[in-house]
Structure formats: structure tokens, C-alpha cells
């Protein structure tokens, strides 16, 4: 049975509150998701939340009402509360009317299956919340198998990133890696890297990429470092007609993969 | 000369962080941007602030005392004050050391020269700065003219939406209008309204696009209304690979950008 919470100060309340920083997260092993659509696209990933958190008071959705019945058949508790509570924990003024705790979803790097997609993404210290989260979609979007995360990235499970992502944290694998990690554990199987930059000439449309093609993304203020270029089995560049001298990382990341992925769908 | 201000108190500091807030912007045209980069792009581009604040003590950077000189040979004011009193103005803790106080920059819809680039942007009701600010950076990307904001979009000269056009802001032109008039100014003269929609089976990568090619971006949430995608010359389709059904809004467009630049780089 669902039980009810009225009150700021209950420990849970506290406790959810607390996911939105990092280090608690971190200690938790757990994050939040909120909205009914993206729980819903969670589940039909075979992912529940551990807690599941709606607004008291009005009927809930039919949707809301079967997720609760499936959080809680499996052991999950479900809990009823006021908008302001909800509102509190997403740190959002129109809260949205259900809250998911989930238990965080990193894949040991090992544990990757690279033939599961032709597509991944490689993100080197990527600092913006939104650019992870809409890189995420984006792999979704385009069949990629997820992302890898190379030296000192940001939380892949802050609120931010997980609403930038519009569910895709629940559809696209998440790895954490060392770059000399990474680089052994690429160079033990097929694999393609393919690195953007400014240091060459070569367009991006010149090559035939192949699956699994790996297409690293470097730090949206400083691009990739030299060495890391050198790794690289393919270094491009994409073309740029203006003044700027570089896209927004996750648009780099997106002409890129549909560059890719429409090699792949001509054959 | 530089005059030196030093107290929060000031009417000049109060005036210009009031410039955070739309409806302050608005009444005095006015708007800021950060940053020695982006100070100096739109000097590059023959534009200068009409107030430029920077941090009194430390040495200016020559980048910046250049400017100064320019802005003061123009008639303009610089200002000296404390990284305190410039982080307050930009609302951000690490302030950039220069900040620019700029006449908004938009341009009435009949002054538009379409012939002058190849690809524009009309974005429907967009309501994310940040989507707007890096679709202008894509603009200047792919060597765009600019983007044509209809009904109710975010309003572009949002610290936010500055922030993230990376200076684009200077280089692309920005114009205002309804849907009614932006069609009867399009239809006066050449150009192929596309539209990018999931109601359509018809690939992207399809249709031989021509200059001007006007790339019309819907609502974040909604996408274009149906009387929109009826008004367009071509209706095309993004493929979608994964569980989700839609990009980002400027992710979408710079994925159309880059097929139509493509194809004219082509030939």
C-alpha cells in the first residue's frame, strides 16, 4: 500500500532532496527521475524505480496507477505526497507529478558489449549537464549503444542530465573510464576511433566509417588533448563556414553520428 | 577617460543588472554580453558596445585595452568596477572580466537581404535560451544568415541565449514576426520553406534542397502546428533509430543544416 508524507523535514524527504547533489548520489548509488512520460519509457526498459513518489490528492494518471502497482509488486515503495514536496525534490517550481529514485546505471567498462550498436559515443571531460543529457538522446536517436566517459566528466545522473535526456539515461549503456583504460579496452576488439578537431583538414564526409565506430567528443572549452588525437584511427574535421571555430559539443556529436549512421543506412 | 564605480548601490549598476530581466531589456533596447571574446568578435564585426564595465587594478588584457580605446573613440563609456560588482551584472560567480552593454540587434523582416546566404532558420515558439543561443551558433556554422524568430519564441538577447551563440549573436542576423507576415515576405520572393516533422515518411537526405533554403525549427514540446508543416514546400524526416521520437530542437537543426550545406558544397 502506498503510504503518505506531509511534511519537509521527514528523513525521506531530506534523503531524496539530497540526490540532487553529487557526493549523495554518489554515497546513495541511486538518482532521480521525474515525469510520468520518462518513468514510463524506464519501465518499458525493464527499469522500476526503487521509490516512486506522486502527488497525493488528485486521481492519478492510469499510467501512474499501473507504474505503482509495478513498483510495487517488485518490492519497491511507493509513496504519496504533496506537489511541494515534489516540487522540492526536483528543485523545479512546476514540479512534474511523479518522482523516480532509481539505483544509478553505470556499466563496468568490461561489461560493454561493443557489437550491441554500431554507433558509441566517447565523452572527454564533458563539464555540461545538458550537453551529456542531449548527447544521450542523441544516441538514442541515432542506434548508438551509449556513452563512455573518459577522464573527469560531469555526473551523468544529475537532475539535469537525466531530464536533457528525455529517458534516454534508461535507453543508452553509461561506461566510466581511465583514457589509458579506455584505449586497452578498445584496442582488444574491432573498433573505429574517430576523433573531431580543428588540427586537420581531412572532412568529415571523406572517410567510410565503419561499425562499431567510436566517436569521441572532446571538452567543450579546450577539444581533445594532442595525445588523444594521436590515438585516433580517424582524425576530421567538420566543416565550418562562419566565424566560429567550433559547434557546441553535443551538435558536434550529432552531425557526426548522422553522418555515420547515414553511411550505414546506404550500406 | 574611465570612469571607476564602486558601490552596488550605484544607479548605473542597477540599471545594467536590470538588463537580466526581459522586460527592462526591452524597454531600453538595450542588452549584455561577456566575455573578451565575444567582445572582441563583435568589434570584428563593427560592433561596439555603448557601456563597457571591466575589473579596476590588474593590468587589462591588450585585447581589452584595444577596445577600450575603440569604444571611447566611438563615443561610448567604459567603465571600471569590481569582479564583485561584474559577477553581479552577469549573475555568474566566476564573472568574466569584461562585460559589454549592447543596442539589440534586430532586423525588421522587409530589411532581410535573403539572397545574402543560403540557409536561414525559422524557429516556431522556441522557448529554451540555450536552444536558441546554439542554434545562432550553428547558423554561423554552416554559414547561415540568420534566424527568424516566430510567434512566441524565448527572447534572443537573454543573457542565456548570448551566452550560448558564443558570439554569434553578432554575426547572425536576427529579425521578429508573426507567422502571417513571415509567410508573406517569403512567398514575395524565392526560397523552399522546409519543415522537419515526424508526420512524414519523406527522408531528409531525399530532396535536392535549394538556396535559400529557410529550415523551420518547431516548438521544443510540440513541434510545428499542422496548418505549418501544410504551409511548407518540403516536409522531411530526421531518422530516428531508438526509442525516442524527436531531437533537441537545434540538434535537429544543425543535423538539417549540415545535409543542406552538404549538398551545396556538392555542388
Known sequence: MPREITGFSNPLVKRVRGLREKKLRKREGLFLAEGLRI?????????????????????????AEQLMAQVEAAGGD?????????????????????????????????????????IWFVAQAMRDPGNLGTLLRIGDAVGAGGVILVDDCVDPFSVETVRASMGAIFTQKLAQASWAD?????????????GTSLNTDFDYQQPRYQAPAFLLIGNEARGLPADYEAACDLLVKIPMMGRADSLNASVAGA?????????????
Chains 1, 2 share one sequence.
Not at 552531425?255 to 550500406?267: C, F, P, W
Open 182 to 194: 579506455f584505449l586497452a579496452w578498445l584496442r582488444a576488439g574491432p573498433g573505429q576511433l574517430v
Open 78 to 118: 511507493v509513496i504519496l505526497t504533496s506537489p511541494d514536496i515534489l516540487g522540492k525534490m526536483s528543485g523545479k517550481d512546476n514540479a512534474q507529478a511523479v518522482v523516480g529514485v532509481y539505483r544509478d546505471r553505470l556499466t563496468p567498462l568490461p561489461a560493454l558489449d561493443r557489437a550491441a550498436a554500431p
Open 39 to 63: 518513468l514510463t519509457e524506464a519501465r518499458d526498459q525493464g527499469v522500476l524505480p526503487e521509490m516512486l513518489f506522486l502527488a497525493s490528492g488528485a486521481r492519478p494518471h492510469p499510467l
Open 255 to 267: 552531425v557526426m553520428a548522422y553522418e555515420v549512421l547515414n553511411q550505414m543506412r546506404r550500406g
